[in-house]
């Protein structure tokens, strides 16, 4: 693999990211990162457990909370924790969950759900 700068640089077409549901990035952003041998190879391992954290307008999720127990039930999701944080005079709120997720299917469709949701701006 030929180096431009230090950065690792691939020939031929670029693959996109490992999750584009995920990941909206242009795929040069991807090929420019020197990262994105390492990340390509590696697997998610299921159950897998992580924190979820969600921005979201605070104007129009009062709700959050009963909103993402409802989807995480209706899914199946196991969480533990829900916390949400907020500044006064904030457009944006921050809401988290600790969960885990059974499978790719499981958790592909949770986002799906939560993705839904008019008010929220991005889970990652």
Known sequence: ??????VAARAGPVPP?????????PASAVASCAMADT????ELVFPI????????VLAE???IREDLEIILAGRGVAWTLM???????AKYGRFGVRLTMAS???????YEDI????YVKTAI
């Open 61 to 63: 999720g009062e709700t």
């Open 49 to 56: 457990s992580f924190d979820l954290r969600i921005i979201y």
């Open 1 to 6: 693999m030929k180096t431009e700068g230090g």
């Open 115 to 118: 993705g839904r949701l008019s």
């Open 83 to 89: 916390q949400g944080d907020s500044r006064p005079g």
């Open 39 to 42: 990340l390509g190879a590696q």
């Open 17 to 25: 990211p490992a999750c584009s549901r995920c990941i909206d990035i």
């Open 104 to 110: 790719r299917e499981q958790m592909y469709a949770t």
